[in-house]
């Protein structure tokens, strides 16, 4: 049905209007709203301290919703100058000024940003806008600068984008994002801000104020009551927070941060966070909501004061002291000490904290949980990842966890360790536990897989190594075997004085079992059916139907068996380019699915020639297994090292590297990195021999040229190998070089960090040695 001339005519009206609102009545409303008064309640200049008897309550909002105000009236004042009605050209508090574009929002229908043309001027506390440069030009805005400021400076994207360079200028209620045509403008307004920023002293919040009174007064309880008693907004309140307790530079956050979570600004988190604070008094089971909070914690370090002067608020004087609402909170203070440590300031009034609940509630449980805080704060150094559920658990009833770990020949052990127990303790801890503190050999914590291991360091906290397998189990659930702790041999000094009917015995039979199933021992097939042979054996004693048989793959390693089958006859492509067009147009018709069906046949033949060479292959180690009869156990793993031990690098750690200069001439890119005690080798993959060894005294330097690229220098040449294992081999060398008594080739962490030994497993991120497990002797 059409519209009637005269509502046509009314909706065209009501347009026009809202474009000369927009063009014209937006200064209007900007000159009367946008003078911002930037003393806002949570501030005070550094310099202002007010007196005791000044009663700092809790935010409060007015009656229109949009202010937030708090009853001091000298918080209140503005800071921003009224200036007299002189011409804008000469004023001489000027810094910096110029024509410079500012994003306008429309109105309601037209929510759209549209620059436009203001004259600007720059003082040294705030930053002003003009209609124009004349005289008697009015003030249509005006942005107060504090310490708190922040500003952009111009990307060329936004250039791209636009043809304008931005600039944009964060205050506590708005924000100027400005567009100038010149780079050199821009970086000018940019620097002029900044400078005029930097200037400004440092503000402090109403709480950090009354911190500073608490610590000066901690000896005058009278005072002390004082204070707590007029001053609200140290205590537990029910009612949302509306600001931070502490200052939060103004603008938004940088998302680039780790962590796939997204935020907004510092102070908005800040406040967020207080509801989920809150919202702890109601919850069941506060696990859940315990570990959020600390994930954020994690991911905005900044916020960790801020958590930690809230909760010391909500938990002094609450409305039930050591109820369940009031237990959650200190649960989380709990989790948090365990966690972070905070600013020595924070630190100070929280200990005082701690000790006052401990004075007033001595037989009490929150008295327990300040003084297992007071006991974590005295170790904590920060961590890698958060607690895991099962820790947050743990840490709730103030309690220890148990640590599995898996040591190879013998059973698993059970280790307690709390949020700070490092690698090092706990590999002390089964040197001593298992007997082998009197041995040369070094013994370290390892991380494993069924595809890969690697070595714990030292300084590594087990409570991050359980967390990141928690996170793992959950990510790759079904994918892959769960990932575990295994306690092994590190670095082989001396094996051939280890007693055969030894602990440490067993640990190098298993260990070396594992480099032949990895086929780091080359040798040949008839010495691995041997093994092989040697292996059932020191499991089932003699030849039985009925013993247990464990499958090939845990006997011979898998990799021969995959080799002695020749690869497949690669498809020969069509000689001339018609036979190609035609196979190109064959390939999406009926004949499409003909080369998925052929290589399907190709792996089913595949298995079943594995399967073959696998069953006679089991039937030849056998037969051997049928020779052994009468052998036992010790003397059957002794032979099974004796063999071992014939390869010359037995005892060191293979690294699969890629060579990018070879001493050799032309050598094959793909080589083993062998590292021992006495010498560093270079071996053909498969091959007994060493295609080229240094010895330590020949090694000059080496370090991490990138995070993938190891530099080994040997003489007067430089060895660059490609890895995803630079730290271990790192490690690894430093280890053995501790043990050399020539002199040290050079270490890129100085002198120091090639001579100190400390401790029995390698450090994680930098490069430190490992003592012997005979300086751990009880």
Known sequence: ????????????????????????????????????????????????????????????????????????????????????????????????????????????????????????VLTPDSLDYYSSNERGAKRLGSLVLTSLCSVLWPDKQTYKETGFWSLTVFG???????????????????????????????????????????????GSPEVLEQIYRCNPILRYTSSPLYAPLLPFPYGSLDQSAPGPHSYTTLRDEAVKLFNSLQQLESQQDPVPLIQGVLQTCLDLPPLVDEIYCQLVKQTTEPPAPGGPGDLHYWQLLTCMSCTFLPSPPVLRFLHFHLDRTESRFPASEMAEYARFIQEALGKTRGRECVPSLEEILVLTRRQEMVCTVHCPGVAACSVSISSHTTAEEVAQELVSRLGLSQSPNLFALYEQSRLREQPVGSSTLLADVLTRFENLAAEQRGQDAPRRLCFKHYGFLDTDSVPRDSLEFALLFEQAHEMVLRGYVPTSEETLQTLAALRLQSLNSDFSARAPFPRLEELFPPRVLRARLAPPRADLPPKCRGARLRAGLLAGGLWGRAPAKRRAERDLRLRGRLREEGASTMAAIVEKWKLLRGMGRPEAMAAYVALVREWPGFGSTLFDVDLRASPVGAGPQRLWLSVGAKAVSLYKPGEPEPLDSFCYSRISSFGASDSSTF????????????????????????????????????????????????????????????????????
């Not at 809202?18 to 550094?46: I, K, M, P, W």
């Not at 307004?189 to 930097?198: E, L, P, R, S």
């Not at 995803?724 to 100085?750: H, K, M, W």
Request: hydrophobic share 35%; net charge negative.
């Open 172 to 218: 506590r209620k708005h924000c100027y994002r400005l567009y100038t045509e010149h780079l050199h403008e821009a970086v000018r307004w940019v620097c002029a801000v900044q400078k005029v920023i930097d200037s400004k002293a440092p503000v402090q919040t109403p709480t950090q104020l009354l911190m500073r009174d608490v610590e000066e007064h901690c």
């Open 711 to 778: 530099r080994l220098s040997v003489e007067d040449q430089d060895l660059l190998f490609e890895t995803s294992q630079v730290d271990e081999i790192a490690r690894l060398l430093n280890t053995y070089l501790a043990r050399q008594p020539q002199e040290l080739p050079a270490s890129p962490l100085g002198p120091d960090a090639a001579v100190r030994p400390r401790g029995l497993c390698p450090p994680a991120g930098s490069w430190q040695h490992l003592v012997p497990a005979g300086s751990f002797s009880s």
């Open 1 to 120: 049905m059409p519209f009637p001339g005269g509502l046509w005519w009314l909706l065209c009206c009501r347009q026009g209007f809202t474009l000369l609102r927009r063009d014209y009545g937006e200064a209007e409303r900007e000159a009367d709203g946008e003078a911002e008064e930037e003393a806002s309640f949570e501030l005070r200049a550094q310099g202002d301290r007010a007196s005791l008897e000044v009663s700092l309550s809790q935010p409060t909002r007015t009656s229109s919703g949009s202010e937030r105000s708090l009853l001091v009236s000298e918080e209140m004042r503005s800071l921003i100058v009224e200036k007299g009605p002189g011409p804008v050209e000469e004023d001489p508090d000027a810094l910096v000024k110029g024509w410079l574009q500012r994003e306008v929002r429309g109105g309601v229908k037209t929510p759209w940003l549209r620059p436009r043309k203001y004259w600007f």
